[in-house]
């Protein structure tokens, strides 16, 4: 076996790993993790779902069965990405002194709440995002309380759906499990009705989500379309993906 080709042997092998333990790469993640080119990568990829190893994706590679199941809270802390980050980092820019805020029980969220430094006013029924929230002393955090779903780290009760209903955030951040075109979906019923109480009031209605999103099936409605304003993704949507939304959502992702 020639030199190069034990190379890319040995690359497909790291490739693979990566795969395995994240679900999913984007070309960048790729050229980073074997210090190759964004050309390279591309064949890399076409290469590696020629052997079954994944399905091909817009900007990267999926395992063959990412989007056939919901993964738990926990497992998507591990597929955190830099588009993340610099999604998070775009919500940021939204948050206000002297604001009253909800954010919503996601992976890409739980980074903005590590991130606030504002003096603001917070509403979560995510665990995650009260424990991040808690050392940050000009923050006065709501916690939305009830009975702990360990699977998605979010707390529930009933009566706490009234109670956000009458609240005018100035503006809710919202997750996305799945999304179709008549709406946003979620694995369950509990955090769907959080949701649809928040959006109903909120004078703002911003998700923050990837578009891989669109590949997901979840089964329960948290919001239409309609209701979002603006939608912070990482990248720039197709046309059909943009027919989707109403004309005044406005779409931000990082360039």
Known sequence: MSVVAMYREKRFEEIKRLLQ??????????????NISRDTARRDIVALVDQGVGRRTRGGIVAPTFGHTVPSYSERLNLFSEQKTQMAHLALNLIKPGGVYFIDDSTALLKLSQSIATECTIYTHSLDNAIAMSVQSDI??????????????????????????KIAFDAAFMGATAIRSDGVYFP??????????????ARQVVVVSETQKFKIAATYQGMSLNQIDTFITDRNLTATERAWFPKSTRIIYPH
């Open 21 to 34: 333990e994240r679900k999913e790469l984007s070309i960048e993640d790729i050229m980073q993790a074997v």
């Open 140 to 165: 006065t955090l709501r916690l939305v309380g009830g009975k702990l779903n360990h699977h998605g780290r979010f707390f529930f009760e009933p009566a706490a759906l009234n109670t956000l209903s």
């Open 188 to 201: 369950y019923a509990e955090d769907a009705q959080v949701k649809q109480a928040v959006a109903s009031s």
